[in-house]
């Protein structure tokens, strides 16, 4: 397969997870692990930008002399009826982001630029394997990061005892693994009835108390969004539309925002890949960040009780070419940028160590060269967050990485 092939992550064992999931709309998974608390009741909402965010227009550097000349078609303009919404002068963002643009004003949104995580080759699997273990390379592992924070956590506290979120039908790898996870997609099909329900549990409590167990979690989860006012239409767009993404993040927000509810959740929003037409100030990537802006303003609003404390992260498993290619699109590359978001965000920064947009700058001499690592980032936010210490991130949520220091200053 070719380095910009794009490859689909359909293994079959998510599949059947998936589908089990999807029989209720409700999730599975049994036991709540323990976890510690920090000395806030902190929220933390992980999304993943699925097929490789082009970081150079979601963010355009468009005070670096080189930007205009690789982005021939693309290009995005200080000035104009389309102009790009100033952050610090040097980095602009996407026209398409003024909710973005409005918290990075109010000190609630910073930016990380040339970022990455430590994998450097070019497939979607395998990057997003990296991204979501948390390990150093792809295929180390089955379980992901934030499944083994909430494993590592002391017992008793918030977080553990009311689980983490995976939102979809198959639940993203980041929070898959030992310790327990709750799960929820939004409706497209119609729900068992409670007498089907009522006759599922009375029967698996007599054959299968593992899986009535799974079916009572379930149902506590559908009970929390239910009173939360999640109830919504089926069908609808999916997570590559600004629907879909809208209704993702009300359920998400309405689940985690909730007294009872989950404390850490992860969620994926797809169609990133723009290898094609992928357009300037208006286009394809264009309504893709219109969405993703749309998500960001539904979790300020849908967690407004809670987002004092809540940091949303919007990361993605890699970034693309510096220069447009002969599609007016941009192929598979290295360094992007992320998002933080929220009450609980040190905002209205631009976190970057610039590389520069030159040719001998540039990764390869086609990417944006990476020089902040995301696992430091994700480190200072939950170091911070959930009073995890350096050494038990360096050594069980994110392996081998006793040489990278959690970002420090993330969070107010």
Same mark, same amino acid.
């Given at each position: 397969m070719g380095?910009?092939d794009?490859?689909r992550m359909?293994?079959?064992?998510?599949a059947v997870?998936?589908?089990?999931?999807?029989?209720?709309a409700?999730?599975y998974?049994?036991?709540?692990?323990?976890?510690?608390?920090?000395?806030?009741d902190?929220?933390? *909402?992980l999304?993943?930008?699925?097929?490789?965010?082009?970081?150079?227009?979601?963010?355009?550097?468009?005070g670096?002399?080189?930007?205009?000349? *690789?982005?021939?078609?693309?290009?995005?303009?200080k000035?104009? %009826?389309?102009?790009a919404l100033p952050l610090?002068?040097?980095?602009y963002?996407?026209?398409a982001?003024p909710?973005?643009?409005?918290?990075?004003?109010?000190?609630?949104?910073?930016i990380?630029?040339a970022?990455a995580?430590?994998y450097?080759?070019?497939?979607?699997?395998?990057?997003?394997?990296?991204?979501?273990?948390?390990?150093?390379?792809?295929g180390k592992?089955?379980?992901?990061?934030?499944?083994?924070?909430i494993a590592?956590?002391? %017992?008793?506290e918030?977080v553990?005892?009311h689980?983490?979120l995976?939102?979809? /039908? /198959?639940?993203?790898l /980041?929070v898959?693994?030992?310790?327990?996870?709750? #799960?929820? &997609?939004?409706p497209?099909m119609?729900?068992a009835?409670?007498?089907?329900?009522?006759?599922?549990?009375?029967?698996?409590g007599e054959?299968?108390p593992?899986?009535?167990l799974?079916l009572?979690?379930?149902?506590?989860?559908?009970?929390i &969004?239910?009173?939360q006012?999640?109830?919504?239409?089926?069908?609808?767009?999916?997570?590559?539309?600004?629907e #879909?993404?809208?209704?993702?993040?009300e359920?998400?927000?309405?689940?985690?925002? &909730?007294?009872? #509810?989950?404390?850490i959740?992860?969620l994926?929003?797809?169609?990133w890949?723009?290898h094609?037409?992928?357009g300037?100030?208006?286009?394809?990537l264009?309504?893709?960040?219109?969405?993703l802006d749309g998500?960001?303003?539904?979790f300020?609003s849908?967690?407004?009780?809670?987002?004092?404390d809540?940091?949303?992260?919007v990361v993605t498993?890699?970034?693309?070419?510096?220069?447009?290619?002969?599609? /007016?699109?941009?192929?598979h590359g290295?360094?992007?940028?992320?998002?933080?978001?929220?009450?609980?965000v040190?905002?209205?920064?631009?976190?970057?160590?610039?590389?520069?947009?030159?040719?001998?700058q540039?990764?390869e001499?086609?990417?944006?060269?990476?020089?902040t690592?995301?696992?430091a980032v994700?480190?200072?936010?939950?170091?911070?967050?959930?009073?995890?210490s350096?050494?038990v991130?360096a050594?069980?949520?994110?392996?081998?990485?006793?040489? *990278?220091?959690p970002m420090?200053g993330?969070?107010?």
């Open positions: 380095a910009d794009c490859e359909t293994p079959s064992r998510r997870l998936g589908a089990a999931s999807a029989l209720f409700w999730s998974m049994p036991k709540f692990a323990h976890a510690a608390a920090g000395s806030r902190s929220r933390f *909402l999304v993943v930008l699925r097929g490789a965010l082009d970081g150079l227009s979601a963010v355009p550097p468009l670096d002399p080189g930007y205009a000349d *690789l982005r021939e078609g693309i290009a995005l303009a000035d104009g %009826p389309e102009a610090d002068g040097f980095f963002l996407h026209p982001m909710n973005l643009a409005r918290l990075y004003a109010n000190g609630q949104a910073s990380v630029h970022s995580t430590g450097r080759e070019r497939s979607h699997f395998d990057g997003q394997d990296v991204l979501e273990s948390g390990q150093g390379g792809p592992t089955d379980s992901g990061w934030l499944n083994r924070l590592s956590l002391p %017992p008793g918030a553990s005892r689980g983490a995976g939102v979809g /039908v /198959v639940p993203p /980041v898959r693994g030992q310790a327990p996870v709750l #799960g929820w &997609a939004p497209r119609a729900r009835g409670a007498d089907l329900v009522q006759r599922l549990g009375d029967l698996y054959r299968d593992p899986l009535a799974v009572k979690r379930a149902i506590e989860t559908e009970l &969004a239910s009173r006012g999640a109830e919504q239409p089926r069908g609808g767009g999916g997570p590559d539309s600004a #879909g993404m809208k209704r993702i993040a359920g998400a927000a309405r689940l985690v925002g &909730a007294e009872d #509810g989950p404390r959740a992860a994926a929003f797809e169609g890949d723009t094609a037409n992928e300037g100030a208006k286009g394809r264009a309504t893709l960040l219109g969405g998500a960001l303003a539904t300020e849908g967690l407004k009780p809670v987002w004092k809540t940091v949303v992260m498993e890699f970034g693309r070419t510096a220069r447009v290619n002969g599609t /007016v699109g941009t192929d290295t360094g992007t940028v992320a998002f933080l978001v929220g009450g609980a040190r905002g209205k920064r631009m976190i970057a160590d610039w590389p520069g947009l030159k040719p001998e540039l990764h001499q086609r990417d944006l060269k990476p020089t690592d995301i696992r994700a480190k200072g936010v939950v170091a911070d967050l959930f009073g995890l350096g050494p991130l050594e069980k949520v994110f392996p081998g990485t006793g040489g *990278l220091a420090q993330l969070i107010v």
